[in-house]
């Protein structure tokens, strides 16, 4: 295990980003909606772990190499891309054939073309922002010094946290008590966060989690969200707020688990670019190069 003391990188990274992103907190629950200005104010909260991480990496190895750039293998990216379809169709799937909750096929009349290319674009632009900081940083740095399997929970712990103020005061929820959004929530996003570590650390690229969450957002908040009627009870097990997707975020994490993320070696994290000062990286050796393949 890599003995570097990260703690000053850490530090740095994630004061800047809860800084950072207090200013848009600040400005999204003043102005009472997620959707003010059209959305930009959303867009700039989502940058704020991406520029953070850049200037952490900038500050401490004086370039932006170890991000994860390369494209690294397709399979991954086409993993992460249906990932989402599999454990959301699996939840509101079971709420709609248990009459939970409805489903409204008609509710949906976006062209499905559009949905898809475009849609996936759009989502990907704001969710690289978040995932240049929590998977291209964050990751491979907190991998240097513990557990890769602990990486995923205290990865997606703080990235659950970063969520917390939208929930607790604008209106970043479904309308269930704010206690119960907030746990739901975080057991849904801790539980991702190991998914997301595995496919950064496997790939040894940013994109496969940046296409993951933009995929999530994509498709739960934009298809099955929006096709789901709500018969009295289906907001406390639908949305990213309700129990049936956040055990089934809880299962697919199982998966992963159990395929090699508790067991992957920290040794990776090395490879991937984590910054310290006399590293590779900061030499100038390249460091987004995936790892050789493995046995996970």
Known sequence: MDTTDTRPQLATFLGLTFGLSAVFWWLIVSAGSLGAQGGLYVLGLMWCPGVSALVTRLLFQRNVRGEGWGWGETRWAALAYVLPLGYAGAAYGLVWLAGLGGVDL???????????????????????????????????????????????????????????PLIVFADYNAGAPT????????????SLGVPFAWLRLRSGSVWPAAILHASHNLYVQGFFDRVTVDTGHTRWLTTEFGCVLALAAALTAAVFWRVGLRDASPALASRLGAPSPGSRATRGAPADTPPAPRRA
């Open 179 to 190: 206690w119960y959004s907030v746990l739901w929530f975080a057991v849904m996003v801790v």
């Open 106 to 164: 008609s509710k949906f009349r976006t062209s499905v073309a559009l949905f898809v290319v475009l849609g996936t674009l759009q989502s990907l632009l704001s969710a690289t922002g978040e995932e240049l900081g929590w998977r291209g940083f964050l990751v491979p740095t907190l991998a240097r010094t513990m557990p890769v399997g602990r990486v995923g929970l205290v990865s997606g712990a703080i990235w659950a946290a970063w969520h917390v």
